[in-house]
């Protein structure tokens, strides 16, 4: 997919690992702290956390962004499967 904007899903995919370890937060209640203080602004970090609560919701509609970083763990899905057939 074009159009994306890369540090959105390069973000939205490392916190995703959050859903993980508190679910007794929203995703975005963990996430945004963290992307204030390493510096994103308010623009970035609400579409980060837009991306990571409709990820966790297993929402099929979303931005691009959104739609990129599924598309992306559907890939890293099909590769990890084609390792492990390959074994």
Known sequence: MKGGNKATVVLAAYLQALAAVDQSKPISALA??????HGANQVLSDEVC???DRLSAVAPEGSNNMRILQEAQRLAVLEENRQKAEK
Request: charged share 45%.
């Open 32 to 37: 945004r702290p963290i992307l204030k203080r």
């Open 50 to 52: 837009e991306i990571l």
